[in-house]
């Protein structure tokens, strides 16, 4: 948090304060006024004034009460150790309130000091003077409970998005190397077979990756790019695998102005292509399709093929069912299985959500 941020919170929280001071001794001198007072014909000007001088000094001994508490800390202690300074805090406030209230007396000329009140009646007014600064006491120092309780549940909650973030960052930064060195080595066994086409390759990949890496700041990207970065890997693989290779998109008009997480449905593809296609030596058919059902957006990637358990096959898949639910909890899902006459078929369901910026960060 900034230093402005801070100063600012500082000054608000100070004058809720100040307001509640204000509001709670003015509206209990009120009250007494008029509960008590009035009904007992006592009213009058200089009761008012004795009245005021009373919540007055009621105001500034529980301010000074709560600069001590705060300036020793008193608030972190114990309830054992707590209690007993409170107490004492509490009387000399109400001492303070009854000398106050009295000396208003005096002067007015409605109390005699050569008369002095009875002990019981100071003590008694010392006493009732306590008990309001304890109830003031009490209130305060519930307040300042609830606020640490909720300063700490958003320390952790931030503590808890913070690591969320990076730990996505850190599954999305993986995806680069695992793409790079699937590339990479579909790439190498092309140079000495044929220098051309691994030319291409060459100048393929260095598109992906420039548009993979302006990705990795976003937690999530228009469907358009996604779309732009599975064409650019399918052209890349079209190089290698030729006519072995057979595209077909199914994706709804309205899906390309969805958000998705970046590299998700590439890793699908990438998945499906090189266990499901590349191994057939008659290669095979790849379908990519996308369609929003209510509020959920719903991606598939089908291939013909055998669902086997491939050295490195559950790398994407893990990678991506974790960053599904870093981003979306239990509302989204992928689900990879395999289907008769020879189709195997990856399905991601997740929250549809329209495109607004080009980059959820």
């Known amino acids: 948090m900034s230093t402005t941020q801070t100063k600012r919170r500082s000054g608000t929280s100070s004058g809720v304060y100040w307001a509640c001071q204000l509001l709670g001794w003015g509206g209990y001198g009120l009250g007494y006024y008029l509960a008590v007072l009035v009904p007992f014909h006592a009213a009058g000007p ?19 009460l709560r600069s001590g508490m705060k300036r020793y800390g008193w608030s972190e202690l114990p309830y054992n150790k707590l209690v007993p300074p409170l107490i004492l805090g ?27 009140r009875a002990l019981p009646v100071v003590g008694v007014t010392v006493f009732f003077s306590g008990f ?16 640490r309780r909720r300063a700490a549940e958003l320390e952790s ?39 051309g086409r691994a030319r291409r390759m060459v100048t393929q990949l260095a598109e992906l990756l420039r548009a993979s890496l302006r990705q990795d700041a976003c937690k999530l ?39 998705v997480p970046p590299m998700l449905l590439q890793g699908l593809v990438e998945n499906a292509v090189k266990h499901g296609i590349a191994d057939s030596p008659g290669g095979g058919d790849l379908v990519i399709g996308g369609a929003i059902e209510g509020a959920m957006l719903r991606l598939e990637v089908k291939n013909t093929g055998m669902l086997g358990v491939k050295e490195g096959s559950g790398i994407g898949l893990a990678n991506a069912r974790e960053r599904l639910r870093l981003l979306y909890g239990e509302r989204a899902s992928i689900e990879l299985r395999e289907e008769s006459e020879g189709w195997v078929r990856a399905v991601v369901a997740l929250p549809f959500q329209a495109l607004e910026t080009t980059c959820a960060s």
């Open 46 to 64: 200089k009761q008012a004034l004795a009245d005021a001088a009373f919540c007055a000094a009621g105001l500034a001994g529980t301010h000074l």
């Open 90 to 116: 509490a009387l000399l406030v109400g001492a303070l309130q009854t000398a106050v209230l009295d000396g208003t007396l005096a002067i007015q000329g409605q109390l005699d000091w050569a008369e002095p």
């Open 132 to 147: 309001l600064v304890a109830l003031w006491l009490a209130i305060y120092l519930g307040v300042q409970a609830v606020r």
């Open 157 to 195: 909650l931030r503590t808890e998005v913070l690591a969320r973030e990076a730990k996505l960052r850190s599954l999305q930064q993986q995806l680069n190397p695992h793409f790079l060195f699937n590339c990479l080595n579909g790439l190498r066994g092309m140079i000495g077979e044929d220098p």
């Open 221 to 259: 990207i228009p469907m358009e790019e996604e779309m732009a970065t599975v064409n650019a890997y399918l052209e890349l693989e079209s190089v290698r695998l030729e006519e072995r290779l057979r595209i077909r998109r199914e994706i709804e008009p309205e899906v390309r102005g969805a958000l």
